[in-house]
């Protein structure tokens, strides 16, 4: 029946388990999701993540020289669904939880990057990158041929595809 | 000394919660932080209390629905001055996942001032320590 | 001149009024700094009571529309001068004894029973459903556990009146006078029942945790509280921190009110009794319990305690031949 008095001498002699947080230092658990990076150099600009983003953080803005990508921390609920489904990784939630902030600072918490749009070497329409990353995840190895197609619109793809089938003569 | 008396009383911030239509996720972690010894706050001089009337830093969770809008607004007129407010997720702050939707009248700022912003879903024990910490600095000001 | 003014003396600065605040300020505040170690919490500095009540009157208070606003007002001023005025009933071994005139042991259980009626009036008179069922709540627990208290404090008169020739003797400076040449009644095995009802008192007396329930702030949000705030919430908290002081100067009053030579050092001594009887019935009770139904606590103090306290009393009345 006393039981309890036990665990609360053990309690006294074994001193308080409180973190020293916000005097001190605190924990991070590994693999915790909290602010986003984004990294502009990797995007490829499919919009999956627009697409799956759970809270509806993130949006793009095409215009004519640029894809503007944005994600708003406040209405992000850090899912994990964007960095599972970004295949380049351009999109990392990093394991920064230090997000309170200032009502004037609401508008600012955010994270965002441009990726510039290129002219393609065909037809000259302005296109975006292949980044390098998507490179990588889509072939083990690069030549002369596949660089070239790099820079190459999607219409200009498909014409110079179709020639190369009619070179082959099958 | 009367300035002295007010820095002294800046060190007894009390909270109280409102759940604006919250999912009870940032509530589970509001009582995280209010009764696991790892998070303690009453060392902070806080103490959650159970009156608004009582209250100097009003937490908030959940995004404002319909129903429950009028209560909200009412509990918050009974809150006597000065007070900071603080949104504890994103439901309240930008009303998140549930944006959009017939039910849902918020974000809250539309309604009230609101001081400090807790973003997450739910927000870590921590981030909500590390907001009450910083809505305490501005209590102070206020004082 | 000097006789004249030494009342007010006494009730405005020692032992009532400003040393009997600070006194109930410091123990609230080493009761919450020892119940977050026994929690393993680190807990608020000693100093936070007394923040507390400067903050709540930096506040802005409010009287709902619904309410008495008169009564409402006064009720926290009834339950401050009750208490202030049974402070100035507390005897300190030693250092101070109060003079009859002042009042005797059956007044102080009546002035006891000041702060639950200053609630219920409060409570009452607030206009809100909360207030009404805090009001219903205190006036269980004032039925539950006045019995009991009554009892214990009829044992101690019964034996020093018995021991002195009398039949029972109300005068607390005779208690204390009885006590300090014969020995403690806390080491006499016949009062130990009273010992123990009266720990038992202790708690739903102060209104902490297991029998807090007219103060329930997660189920009926403050109770008599609820509507309260800034100064007026301030006096309360005055008032609960006067009657920590009355009521645990009333246990070490009546069960161990024995004092070493010296001003200074018998002040300590009454303040370090108070404090161990406070851990003991207060703080541990507190941190290791959660709050009963208001049913349960009714029926436990109708079962137990008052049990043990008719028991003391007919263990003083038969042992009295055999001292």
Same mark, same amino acid.
């Given at each position: 029946?006393f039981?309890f008095l ?10 308080p388990?409180?973190d ?8 991070t658990?590994e693999?915790l999701r909290? *602010?986003?990076r984004?990294?502009a ?7 999956m993540?627009e697409?799956v983003c759970?809270g509806?953080?993130?949006?793009f ?6 894809l ?5 921390h406040?209405s ?5 669904l964007?960095?599972h489904?970004?295949k $380049?990784?351009?999109i990392v939630l ?5 997000l309170?902030h200032?009502?004037?600072e609401k ?6 990057g441009?990726v510039?749009l290129?002219p393609?070497?065909g037809?000259?329409?302005s ?10 995840v889509a072939?083990?190895e690069?030549?002369q ?5 790099r ?6 793809r ?8 009619q070179r082959?003569?099958? | 000394m ?8 800046a060190?007894?911030p009390?909270?109280y919660?409102i759940n604006?239509?919250?999912c ?5 972690e509001?009582?995280t ?5 790892r998070y303690?706050?009453? *060392?902070?001089?806080?103490?959650y209390?159970?009156s ?5 830093i009003v ?9 429950v809008?009028?209560?909200?607004? *009412?509990?918050?007129a009974e809150?006597?001055?000065?007070k ?11 009303c998140?996942?549930? *944006?959009d ?10 309604y009230?001032p609101?001081d400090?912003?807790?973003?997450g879903?739910p927000?870590r ?8 910490a910083?809505?305490i600095s501005?209590?102070?000001t206020r004082? | 001149m000097?006789e004249m003014?030494?009342?007010?003396f006494?009730?405005?600065l ?13 123990l ?7 119940a977050?170690r026994?929690?393993?919490?680190i807990g608020p500095?000693?100093?936070q009571p007394?923040?507390?009540?400067i ?5 802005d208070?409010?009287?709902?529309e619904t309410?008495?606003s008169r009564v ?8 401050v001068t ?7 009933l507390?005897?300190i071994g ?9 009042g005797d042991?059956l007044v102080?259980?009546?002035?006891l029973?000041?702060?639950a009626v ?7 008179a607030s206009?809100?459903?909360f207030g009404?069922i805090?009001f219903s ?5 004032m039925l539950?556990?006045?019995g009991?208290?009554l009892?214990?404090?009829l044992?101690v008169?019964l034996k020093?009146?018995?021991a002195?020739?009398?039949v029972a $003797?109300f005068s ?6 009885y ?15 009273a010992?123990v009802t009266f720990?038992?008192v202790?708690p739903?007396n102060l209104?902490?945790?297991p029998f807090?329930i007219p103060?329930?702030?997660s ?5 008599p509280?609820?509507e309260?705030s800034g100064?007026e919430?301030?006096?309360f908290?005055?008032?609960?921190a006067l ?5 645990l100067?009333l246990?070490v009053?009546?069960f161990?009110?024995t004092a070493p ?7 300590a001594w009454f303040?370090?009794?108070c404090l161990v ?5 207060v ?5 290791a319990?959660?709050?009963l139904?208001?049913?349960?606590a009714?029926s436990?103090?109708?079962k137990?305690p008052e049990?043990l306290g008719v028991a003391s009393l007919?263990l003083?009345?038969?042992t009295?031949?055999?001292?």
């Amino acid at each position: 029946m006393f039981s309890f008095l036990k665990i609360l001498v053990r309690n006294l002699i074994q001193g308080p388990s409180t973190d020293p947080f916000p005097f001190g230092e605190t924990f991070t658990p590994e693999g915790l999701r909290g *602010r986003v990076r984004f990294d502009a150099s990797a995007c490829v600009g499919c919009r999956m993540c627009e697409h799956v983003c759970a809270g509806g953080a993130i949006r793009f803005e095409q215009s004519e020289s640029e894809l503007r990508f944005t994600l708003w921390h406040n209405s992000c609920t850090f899912c994990g669904l964007c960095q599972h489904y970004c295949k $380049t990784k351009a999109i990392v939630l990093t394991e920064d939880w230090h997000l309170s902030h200032r009502q004037e600072e609401k508008y600012a918490m955010v994270e965002q990057g441009t990726v510039p749009l290129a002219p393609c070497l065909g037809c000259g329409i302005s296109m975006i990158p292949v980044a390098d990353e998507l490179m990588r995840v889509a072939y083990r190895e690069t030549n002369q041929d596949i660089d070239r197609l790099r820079r190459l619109c999607p219409d200009c793809r498909r014409k110079l595809g179709i020639k190369g089938v009619q070179r082959c003569k099958m | 000394m009367k300035t002295f008396l007010k820095k002294v009383a800046a060190q007894s911030p009390w909270l109280y919660r409102i759940n604006a239509g919250s999912c009870n996720g940032c509530d589970v972690e509001l009582a995280t932080t209010a009764c696991i010894s790892r998070y303690d706050v009453e *060392r902070l001089g806080c103490k959650y209390c159970g009156s608004p009337k009582h209250a100097d830093i009003v937490l908030i969770t959940g995004p404002m629905t319909t129903r429950v809008k009028e209560k909200v607004l *009412r509990l918050y007129a009974e809150i006597p001055d000065p007070k900071v407010t603080v949104a504890v997720g994103i439901c309240p702050i930008s009303c998140g996942v549930f *944006r959009d939707s017939y039910a849902i009248e918020g974000p809250i700022d539309k309604y009230f001032p609101v001081d400090i912003n807790v973003p997450g879903c739910p927000p870590r024990p921590q981030a909500i320590i590390e907001g009450i910490a910083e809505a305490i600095s501005v209590w102070r000001t206020r004082l | 001149m000097l006789e004249m003014l030494s009342p007010f003396f006494h009730l405005l600065l020692f032992p009532g009024g400003l040393f009997a605040l600070a006194c109930g300020l410091l123990l609230k505040g080493v009761d919450r700094k020892v119940a977050a170690r026994l929690q393993r919490r680190i807990g608020p500095p000693l100093h936070q009571p007394f923040v507390d009540l400067i903050k709540l009157w930096h506040k802005d208070s409010s009287v709902p529309e619904t309410a008495q606003s008169r009564v409402f007002a006064w009720a926290p001023h009834v339950g401050v001068t009750g208490m202030a005025l049974a402070a100035l009933l507390i005897p300190i071994g030693g250092v101070y004894t109060p003079s009859g005139a002042y009042g005797d042991l059956l007044v102080l259980l009546y002035l006891l029973a000041v702060p639950a009626v200053a609630l219920m009036i409060g409570g009452a008179a607030s206009g809100s459903p909360f207030g009404a069922i805090g009001f219903s709540r205190e006036m269980s627990m004032m039925l539950a556990y006045e019995g009991p208290l009554l009892l214990a404090l009829l044992s101690v008169a019964l034996k020093v009146g018995l021991a002195t020739g009398g039949v029972a $003797t109300f005068s607390l400076a005779e208690i204390v006078r009885y006590q300090q040449a014969h020995g403690a009644l806390l080491f006499d095995p016949v009062m130990w029942p009273a010992v123990v009802t009266f720990l038992f008192v202790i708690p739903a007396n102060l209104g902490v945790v297991p029998f807090d329930i007219p103060e329930a702030e997660s189920e009926i949000l403050e109770g008599p509280l609820l509507e309260y705030s800034g100064k007026e919430l301030g006096l309360f908290q005055i008032m609960s921190a006067l009657k920590m002081v009355v009521v645990l100067g009333l246990g070490v009053t009546l069960f161990c009110p024995t004092a070493p030579g010296g001003l200074l050092l018998s002040l300590a001594w009454f303040i370090f009794k108070c404090l161990v009887l406070m851990v003991a019935s207060v703080t541990v009770v507190r941190s290791a319990t959660g709050r009963l139904r208001i049913d349960q606590a009714f029926s436990f103090y109708f079962k137990w305690p008052e049990a043990l306290g008719v028991a003391s009393l007919i263990l003083v009345l038969t042992t009295r031949n055999f001292p």
